[in-house]
């Protein structure tokens, strides 16, 4: 289900229910002559795609978030890197995060593949959405349940509640769109044979084989090795991982 699509009634709904609320979290960055821009925003709006055709009631689906930190690290802005600084969009994280909690939802997901190799440690775009997430979080409780609302009386039960599930910090929550493991089933990599089969898959229609040749970055040499069952294959692994955070 699209957000911008339902009504009201179903948005109440789906609050009693706890139905996941999702976004996927992108960059508009460089990789290589025969595949677009949107590589790491299209591998997952696409994988949600997915998830939503497969059990369409099962999740909500925000509107994008398109324009991340790229850095100039791969190329620079003459190859169409289009990078913000993180500043510029922590404050609308974290005002786009209050305003879903002020909502009433409570199981709020970014889902993210750009930069993820390190994801426990982080980097620019993911970091950002993170701490907005933290902050939101933070600022929702003390304004719902004032200052001091951890160490007032009666939260003396509050480890024993976080051990079981019942944690505010889980209210929001930022993934990786693959799993640490997703090496054994599929290249890791940026604009080679790993992503070029995902797009293979899942976004065949932006993908021009023909413009390998002009590729001369060490990065995309692996690409023709790329195909279409690879790439699915990797989809798999990515909806299976999926599925398990979001409880689907």
Known sequence: MRYELLTPRHLRAAILANTPLVMAIGV?????????????????TRCLDRLEAEAPQSLIILPPFAYGAASHAVAGPKAFNLHL??????PMAQALFAALLKAGFRNIHGII??????????????????LAAR??????????????????????????????GDNPFNWISIH???PPEVKQHFPFDHAGEGETALMLALAPETVEPARMAE???????TAPKATTAQGEA?????????KALLEL
């Open 28 to 44: 508009q960055e460089y990789h290589g002559e025969h595949l677009p821009l949107g590589v790491d925003l299209l591998a997952v």
């Open 85 to 90: 600084d993180p500043s510029t969009f922590l």
């Open 113 to 130: 593949h750009h930069q993820t190799e390190n994801f426990a440690q982080g980097m620019p775009t993911d970091l950002a959405f993170r």
């Open 135 to 164: 902050q939101a979080v933070f600022a929702h409780l003390e304004a719902t349940r004032g200052e001091g609302w951890w160490g007032a009386p009666g939260m003396d039960s509050y480890y024993e509640g976080h051990a079981q």
């Open 176 to 178: 990786p769109l693959m």
């Open 215 to 221: 590729n001369d970055t060490w990065y995309t040499q």
């Open 234 to 242: 990797g989809v798999a692994v990515i909806l299976a991982h999926l």
